[in-house]
């Protein structure tokens, strides 16, 4: 196999590797009925004019399976923090007593929890998408090599290596489907 063909590989092989982090950070986002601090990941707080991850201002803790505790290292950014949870939609109440804030997570019912697995369902299926477009990419760089000097026989054991590549990574974003669904579904 040439290094054109190569390079395709490593280059697919590192953009899988990519989309599957980017599924499972996604599925993280969506909970399970049990309080973790990623679920507050993506709320970005106003510090002093400048969008800051809510992690960098404070300390996120679980003292229970249903509870989430922020506690901020300067007191005067307890509303500002409220404010940014209310405003992010993640469906929880911020209760603030001047010192810390509480989110209790409520259980899920299983209307909801039915839900929560279409929804994973949907983050996986884009997930599969992104991994079979970068097979598609690959394999039409691996098909244009033809023109820098690679053989039919290389082009075809390039292409069965993406082939290969594109499985083994489906299974793999599966595998994180099956483990959330799992996780959502147990009560």
Known sequence: MNDIIKKQLEDARSHMEKAIDFCDSELVKIRAGKAMPSMLDG?????????????????????????????????SMLSVIEKAIMESNIGLNPQNDGVIIRLNVPPLTEERRKDLVKKVKEEVEKGRIAIRNIRKDANEKIKKSK???SSD??????????????????????KLAEI????????
């Open 147 to 149: 023109t820098d000097g």
């Open 180 to 187: 959330k669904e799992k996780d959502i579904m147990t009560v």
């Open 153 to 174: 026989d290389e082009i075809k054991v390039g292409e069965a290596e993406v082939q290969k590549l594109t499985d083994a990574n489906i299974i793999k974003v599966d």
């Open 43 to 75: 709320i970005m707080v106003d510090y002093y004019g400048t969008p800051t991850p809510l992690s960098q201002i404070g300390t996120v803790n679980t003292p229970d399976a249903r509870t989430l505790v922020i506690q901020p290292w300067e007191k």
